[in-house]
């Protein structure tokens, strides 16, 4: 899973190590990476998940070099978590060069968004309409509602329910052609397994 958001300072890392900390302790085998040079969050990403957590960085690797590392790393484990930074469609350039959108196209891993609710109630399901329809080649599975104010937790809710649908289906409703892309590391069936059975192991975890 690809943790991301819609801008920086939303959350991630500790969505990340709580979800790499939890599944660790209920005895899965969790591998952590993180985007970019970055060493400060890959040492608590380390601690939560008790394995070395991996860097993934477009500025001193090649694609290939990205994935052979991600294979590597993550083949032997129950889940591969890589969190993000900054936004999602966030690049060095306008073509969204080195974005986090591209680095999970790059790696087949479905999006988790962290969304920072401050001073947001309605507003929360337009942006994530937005967030997963600028690129339909990205997977967004999951959304975490991170800072909702108390008492606004249910009109938060009902936005969402109303807007994405309960099961959130009308996200990524470009995406079902997209499954046979030439760059992603799930082209094969027990890959695309894999991607599922890691998916519902998040999911079915309190």
Request: aromatic content about 4%.
């Amino acid at each position: 899973l690809y943790i991301s958001a819609a801008h920086k300072s939303a959350g991630k890392t500790m969505v990340t190590m709580a979800l790499a900390g939890a599944l660790t302790r209920r005895g899965h085998r969790v591998q952590t990476f993180k985007k970019g040079p970055d060493y400060i969050d890959p040492l608590w990403l380390t601690q939560a998940s008790a394995r070395d957590c991996h860097n993934l960085d477009f500025h001193t690797m090649d694609d290939d070099e990205i994935a052979d590392l991600f294979r590597r790393h993550g083949d032997p484990v129950d889940l591969s978590l890589v969190e993000g930074t900054k936004g999602l469609h966030d690049s060095v350039d306008v073509e969204g060069r080195y974005s986090n959108a591209s680095m999970a196209r790059l790696l087949g891993s479905p999006v988790v968004l962290v969304i920072d609710t401050r001073g947001m109630t309605r507003g929360v399901a337009p942006l994530l309409h937005g967030l997963a329809g600028f690129d339909s080649q990205v997977c967004i599975a999951g959304v975490v509602l991170n800072e909702v104010v108390e008492g606004r937790e249910l009109g938060v809710g009902d936005a969402l329910w109303i807007a994405l649908g309960p099961h959130g289906e009308h996200l990524n409703n470009n995406n079902d052609d997209d499954d046979d892309d030439e760059g992603s590391l799930d082209d094969d069936g027990d890959e695309k397994k894999k991607k599922n059975e890691q998916q519902q192991l998040v999911t079915s975890s309190p």
